[in-house]
DNA sequence: TCAACCTTACCACGACATTGTCAAGGTTCT
DNA sequence: AGAACCTTGACAATGTCGTGGTAAGGTTGA
């Protein structure tokens, strides 16, 4: 009956601990479906994200909270903008304008992202 | 002499700490110009920028280390191209293709981005 | 029925994030 | 010179992250 291989299934073919699942899980990052009567049932499509997450976090020493955060911002356009804008603002080179002018943008800018509510 | 404010006078006209600004700086999301003998000096640009950030990290509620990350994968390509597209097939619908094909093109997709020393 | 699973809910621990404060010593300004 | 700054470095408290356990109880399959 079982749809998916249940949890300590998937932490062998996947390498993560049957803990670390359920913590994943709780970030939002990867969700399993449920049987009827509760159990987890990982499909080939969520074992294949908890292969390539592995690979991710490993690879670039990035913790779970950072692959999250950045899902926040994948889905919050609010977010992703205010962060984006703030972080242009480093790399803008203010001999483009003058200083004062320069300083003006910036500042009219973030009033305008931060402040809808 | 002074080209900007010193580090008390910047947390008073921005709202942070003496304190955090040094941590802020340790960050690397807002380094202050430094003078002969080392102390920091804060200009128009930097009193602003720490003023939306302030903005930023209340109106989100994120971290530091939030931001921090997100400056991380804007400067390296190979990083935010991997985290991109793992969450992009999150959003993708199996459906568009078969199971199995859908399957594999993550796979071989992600073997890519992941190969890459 | 009973072993072998599964669930949630805790406790714990080391590492890191966020702040504050204090000490020892250099700089600035009057 | 001396008050009022600044610097780095360190210790500390609290909180979250990442991870492993353990306990009490439900599910499954031979």
Chains 1, 2 share one sequence.
Do not use: C
């Not at 990867?30 to 499509?45: D, E, H, I």
């Not at 955060?69 to 203010?94: G, H, I």
């Amino acid at each position: 009956m079982m749809e998916g291989l249940t949890i300590n299934e998937a932490a062998r073919t996947t390498g993560w601990s049957a803990r670390m699942l359920r913590y994943v899980e709780q970030t939002g990052l990867v969700s399993p479906a449920r049987s009827a009567s509760g159990y987890r049932l990982y499909g080939p499509a969520q074992l294949q994200r908890l292969r390539t997450l592995k690979e991710l976090l490993a690879r670039f020493d990035v913790g779970l909270s950072d692959v999250a955060f950045a899902a926040r911002m994948a889905e919050n356009r609010d977010l992703r903008d205010a962060v984006q804008s703030w972080l242009e603002a480093e790399a803008r080179r203010p001999e483009e304008v003058g200083p004062e002018d320069w300083l003006r943008f910036e500042q009219e800018k973030h009033e305008k992202l931060l402040a809808a509510a």
